[in-house]
């Protein structure tokens, strides 16, 4: 490779079929590899013959790393970051190494592959013309239903990691928090032997692992379906007549106030047609 460049290479998520020809021949001619955890990584390269040194690149060290990575950017070599599974810097190390050289003006090229987000999005049936990634919730539940407040609100499809210890209490708090009836879709060990996805109504969902424990074991994509956009009520004819009449002799929070106390409507809903109407 003549340029130095930084890869960022997906790998499997599971199926070593996965793996792209792209992927195993630029693991092949870079002049290192960056890997989150190299002796997990060993393994991937020997089933493709890929003899590259390896370094460690992880959450620990990675602010170190980058600067070493760097320097030898610099002096020509060819780097490749490849995290444990799929796509690097999806709820994976590697911002920093990307950030650090891209200040530097250093290329940086990504290699696509698996990722398991994507693959669940991909066959969950639920709208991804919009989405919403989280990652991992908090590991305690208060966190875990405080930001669950947050996203249960959204009206697009979002969704979270989560791990076999913790599944059933992420469940339980999204029954609390969500409702029983939200609609969600649980992808299990994506591409791998016992890959599943299951879904229903988070009660539903919930009553499936309680009742089969080899559910709860693996890594989980939790998909869930955005909130039922809420319809704004019109204001009638005769109230946004009253309300253009009352901006002329008051400011437009006054105004909205006094017909919401005479009408009915919502204060926050006056107020913004009357700013439509100024």
Same mark, same amino acid.
């Given at each position: 490779?003549?340029?130095?460049?930084?890869?960022?290479?997906?790998?499997?998520?599971? &199926?070593?079929?996965?793996?792209?020809?792209?992927?195993?021949?630029?693991?092949?001619?870079?002049?290192?590899?960056?890997?989150?955890?190299?002796?997990?990584?060993?393994?991937?390269? &020997?089933?493709?013959?890929?003899?590259?040194?390896?370094?460690?690149?992880?959450?620990?060290?990675?602010?170190?790393?980058?600067?070493?990575?760097?320097?030898?950017?610099?002096?020509?070599?060819?780097?490749?970051?490849?995290?444990?599974?799929?796509?690097?810097?999806?709820?994976?190390?590697?911002?920093?190494?990307?950030?650090?050289?891209?200040?530097?003006?250093?290329?940086?090229?990504?290699?696509?592959?698996?990722?398991?987000?994507?693959?669940?999005?991909?066959?969950?049936?639920?709208?991804?013309?919009?989405?919403?990634?989280?990652?991992?919730?908090?590991?305690?539940?208060?966190?875990?239903?405080?930001?669950?407040?947050?996203?249960?609100?959204?009206? &697009?499809?979002?969704?979270?990691?989560?791990?076999?210890?913790?599944?059933?209490?992420?469940?339980?708090?999204?029954?609390?928090?969500?409702?029983?009836?939200?609609?969600?879709?649980?992808?299990?060990?994506?591409?791998?032997?016992?890959?599943?996805?299951?879904?229903?109504?988070?009660?539903?969902?919930?009553?499936?692992?309680?009742?089969?424990? &080899?559910?709860?074991?693996?890594?989980?994509?939790?998909?869930?379906?955005?909130?039922?956009?809420?319809?704004?009520?019109?204001?009638?004819?005769?109230?946004?007549?009253?309300?253009?009449?009352?901006?002329?002799?008051?400011?437009?929070?006054?105004?909205?106030?006094?017909?919401?106390?005479?009408?009915?409507?919502?204060?926050?809903?006056?107020?913004?047609?009357?700013?439509?109407?100024?």
């Amino acid at each position: 490779m003549s340029e130095s460049t930084l890869f960022v290479v997906s790998t499997p998520i599971g &199926n070593l079929e996965d793996m792209t020809p792209r992927a195993i021949e630029v693991l092949k001619q870079v002049s290192v590899i960056a890997a989150e955890d190299t002796r997990h990584s060993r393994k991937l390269l &020997n089933h493709f013959g890929i003899e590259t040194p390896m370094i460690p690149c992880h959450e620990h060290n990675e602010r170190h790393q980058a600067e070493v990575l760097l320097a030898r950017l610099q002096q020509g070599d060819s780097v490749a970051l490849i995290s444990d599974a799929g796509t690097p810097l999806i709820s994976d190390p590697g911002f920093v190494l990307v950030r650090t050289v891209r200040e530097q003006g250093v290329k940086v090229v990504p290699v696509p592959g698996a990722c398991a987000l994507v693959a669940a999005l991909s066959v969950s049936g639920l709208p991804t013309d919009r989405f919403y990634f989280e990652g991992f919730l908090p590991a305690k539940s208060s966190g875990r239903k405080k930001k669950l407040e947050s996203l249960g609100v959204m009206t &697009n499809t979002w969704a979270v990691y989560e791990s076999t210890h913790r599944i059933l209490d992420s469940l339980a708090d999204f029954r609390e928090v969500l409702g029983a009836d939200r609609y969600i879709v649980l992808a299990r060990e994506m591409t791998k032997t016992f890959e599943t996805v299951i879904a229903g109504t988070v009660e539903e969902v919930e009553k499936i692992l309680q009742e089969d424990s &080899n559910q709860c074991r693996g890594e989980f994509v939790v998909l869930v379906e955005g909130a039922a956009v809420q319809e704004e009520e019109t204001v009638d004819p005769d109230t946004a007549k009253l309300l253009k009449r009352l901006l002329q002799e008051l400011p437009a929070k006054k105004a909205a106030a006094v017909i919401a106390d005479v009408s009915g409507y919502r204060k926050k809903q006056l107020y913004d047609l009357s700013l439509t109407m100024k």
